[in-house]
């Protein structure tokens, strides 16, 4: 409910005529339990309408071990989980989002994946599923009538993926594009932002309004799979963005608003847009939040505009602490900019920083994590000479996982003792002030992360034997359980070591070069190849 993209589909999709869009989530495995127990189908929260009932079911593919809960809302739907397994009887079941850039893993459960942006899609594959289904003597006759009048889908049954790890998919007649290329939304403004979204009974994980403010980035991290999935960078105007929030809160009655983007404080009429929503907000005490902050000199101009009413804490993505490494991931902030904005900051009135940083990326060495711990331990100590306490430090360090469509997608995941040494070294080499608090992802789970979204199809039978065993909520570390999913990729013939660990060159056909991207794929081989000239290869 927190998703920003599903509040924008549903409100599109609802404003046809024709069309009613409903929700439905994964119940927690104790309503499953009950689900079953009571021989109840999944229904949508509007009409209690079961999901086998509806033309279409589709999935925001948001995280790779999601994967075993969509097939938990298919089979409690009472749709077939594998797509071959449906008549024309049943719903066509669609998916979007990150993991459609690699849809290879989740092929076997998705008739059509949708490309990028879904603004424009969505309602054209709609539309042409009723058309076809009408027409079509079987579902394989009405999908292909789909992939072929419709740019920027892509339908697996008419790929064909044999070869061994790693190799392109292939379309199995000249019918079908050599390649599918992600839609794009070219003027932002023209789409309609969901002022009017649904207000949950509970709560949920962020009750506020979210507003996107750009869609894609302009700078080119080597390990990020957002900014070439995303391009080009696309704004919206002040006006767009203030008359929505405005509408939004007169609608919900939120009293906080969250500016979105991959860089916000790279949307080039920041300082105007706070202003004007500071003149309107403050008064009603509204606060703002803005994530997804760049270290730059935005970050000294948005110390003076932000307030700390309800939040007190910024959170800032450094991601590597020395500059070696950061010209080797394309990063390209100075420290001085990162601590003279947390100066001014905490001169500002906020007392807490929370900073993500990765480790296990491509030319790292023991001196980078050192790093991480001295900027730690600078910040928190520039809070102590502006405020006269040690500012409050949240480190959270994340795993390097090789995504698809990114400059680092050939290079192999480093072992699991490589990062077994890291999170030691971070945790335990010294002791840390008690204003620092420090912790990193589940290791295995990353690793897990990486075996699916740099896998092929023979993924697919393994997500599906793990949650035939009983895998659920695999997202959730409380819920996880790797040694299932290990038994599982054994048990299919799976070289890990290939599939996770192993970097290879960009000539080497990949799993997802079967999906183009908007700028090209020249750009990542570019990328790749400097950053092999930066580590001296």
């Known amino acids: 409910m927190s998703h920003h993209g599903f509040h924008l589909l549903y409100g599109l999709m609802n404003d046809h005529t024709d069309w009613a869009c409903e929700r439905a989530f994964t119940p927690w495995p104790d309503m499953e339990t009950l689900l079953r127990e009571k ?41 077939p989980i594998v797509a071959e397994d449906r008549t024309l009887d049943d719903p066509l079941v669609i998916a979007g989002g990150p993991c459609a850039f690699n849809p290879e893993p989740f092929a ?29 003597t079987d ?3 009405a999908l292909a009538r789909l992939a072929q009048q419709l740019p920027h889908v892509y339908v697996p049954r008419f790929y064909t993926a044999d070869e061994p790890f790693p190799s392109r998919p292939r379309p ?44 894609g980035c302009p700078w080119v991290c080597r390990f990020c799979q957002s900014q070439p999935t995303k391009h080009p960078v696309r704004f919206r105007s002040v006006d767009t963005i203030v008359r929505a929030a405005i509408e939004t809160y007169e609608s919900t009655g939120y009293n906080e608003i969250s500016l979105l983007s991959l860089s916000t404080s790279d949307y080039p009429y920041l300082e105007e847009l706070i202003t004007r929503l ?32 309800r939040h007190s804490s910024l959170t800032l993505a450094p991601e590597v602490a020395l500059d070696p490494l950061r010209r080797t991931i394309g990063k390209r902030i100075t420290n001085e900019d990162l601590y003279e904005g947390c100066r001014q ?58 995504k698809p469509h990114t400059p680092f997608a050939w290079y192999g995941m480093h072992s699991r003792d490589r990062f077994r040494e890291a999170h030691q070294y971070l945790r335990y080499h010294r002791r840390l002030p008690k204003s620092i608090n420090l912790k990193h992802h ?35 570390s409380d819920h996880a359980n790797p040694i299932r ?36 794929r020249g750009k990542l081989v570019a990328e790749w190849e400097e950053a092999q000239k930066q580590m001296g290869k």
Request: with cysteine.
């Open 278 to 309: 500071q003149e309107y907000f403050q008064p009603r005490g509204v606060s703002l939040a803005v994530p997804s902050l760049r270290v730059n000199e935005q970050l000294v101009k948005l110390s003076k505009l932000l307030t700390t009413e």
């Open 139 to 141: 579902r394989a006759d």
């Open 172 to 215: 199995i007649d000249s019918r079908f594009p050599e390649t599918i290329t992600p839609a794009v939304v070219k003027n932002l403004d023209a789409v309609p932002l969901p002022t009017r979204p649904v207000v949950p009974m509970i709560e949920s994980v962020q009750d506020r309004i979210t507003i996107e403010l750009m869609r």
């Open 39 to 79: 021989d109840f189908p999944l229904y949508s929260l509007e009409t209690f309408t079961p999901l086998a009932d509806f033309d279409v079911v589709g999935f925001s593919l948001q995280y790779e071990m999601a994967g075993t809960n969509m097939l938990t809302m298919l089979d409690l739907g009472r749709i």
């Open 108 to 136: 076997r459960f998705i008739d059509l994946f949708v490309v990028g942006d879904g603004e424009e899609m969505l309602p054209r594959v709609c539309d042409a599923w009723l058309e076809a289904r009408a027409e079509a």
């Open 442 to 476: 589940h290791l295995e789970t990353s690793l897990l992360e990486a075996a699916l979204c740099r896998g092929d199809r023979r993924m697919g039978p393994v997500i599906e034997a793990v949650w035939r065993d009983g895998a659920r909520f695999d997202a959730w």
């Open 345 to 402: 900051l905490f001169a500002s009135g906020f007392d807490r920083v929370k900073l993500y940083f990765m480790c296990g990326l491509p030319g790292e060495t023991e001196a980078d994590w050192e790093g991480i711990l001295d900027m730690a331990d600078t910040i928190s100590t520039i809070g102590k000479e502006v405020r006269g306490r040690f500012a409050r430090v949240s480190v959270s360090v994340s795993n390097f996982v090789p």
């Open 485 to 520: 999913w290990w038994d599982a990729i054994q048990a299919a013939g799976i070289d890990l070591d290939r599939q996770i660990h192993t970097t290879y060159s960009p000539e080497t056909p990949m799993p997802w070069d079967h999906i183009g991207l908007a700028k090209g």
